[in-house]
């Protein structure tokens, strides 16, 4: 099926719906071979339905999600994807550290470009050498467009000051339990300032199936308790989202997410009445103890 694509001012869009690939192919920076035919499958189908945005990142499986990705795209037409991935272990070396990263993250992707490198955090030091290295990556053509992950207001827009490129996403953990991006006035910054949130742990590892107001509300409209916890997202502006699943059922699920819009009085049923709504992350915090004066 067409995922349909929300789209900035620039002309840069992304897919409402795209494929998240976090403990594929091992855990933080630990390569783990022993489902790699399962997780290329994954990716694959997931492919072979419509879904042309793949996120990854340089930590998961220490590199290894980015070999499988290379893997389950052979023979797809490299236009027709959008690869999205992050640095995070690159960034400690600074402006030279980013570019090596990038070019092993290519290397690993079999890949000449990615259509979007992200900081998968805020850094501790040299955020001037980093934004200048993602300059370089874009303007040799290695890089089509640079974003930022799990960051603050204040963070993004001092990143922002730095780079001659827009920002064009914060990718953050955002689902009707997790509201810290609401609470912390991130969500509204970038609805306000043209920016994407990509929201990632959108169906928090699955642990709000039983909650009785999705049930009812995905009752009425025919759907299930997942496809209305996505649905409400993908209703907002600005925001899309990365879930992950090597489930072929479960993938054909999510996407029944796409297509339908719950009323405006259901949505604010969901987000004023969803139980046990929390404003910090549950799995991986904003630090804001810390955070980078403007």
Partial sequence: MDIPLKTLSNGFSLPVYGLGTWEMGGGWNEADTSNDDLFTDAIRSAIDHGITHID??????GGHAEELIARAIQGVDRQ????ATKVLTG???GYDGVLRACEASLQRLKTDYVDLYMLHRCPDHDLEGIMKALDRLVAEGMVRNIGVSNFTVNRFEKAQSLTENKIVCNQLHYSLECRE?????ILKYSQQNDV?????GPLGKGLMSDTPILHEIAEKYGKTPYQVALNWLICQENVVIIPKTTSLARLE??????????????WKRLNDEFPGQITISNRVPLDYSADIEP
């Fill in 56 to 61: 990854s990142a340089e930590l998961y499986g």
């Fill in 80 to 83: 027709n994807l959008l690869l």
């Fill in 91 to 93: 960034m400690e070396g």
């Fill in 181 to 185: 991006i609401v609470d912390k006035n």
């Fill in 196 to 200: 994407i949130v990509t929201a990632w």
């Fill in 253 to 266: 699920e999510n996407i029944g997410a796409i297509g339908w819009s719950l009323d405006n009085e259901d």
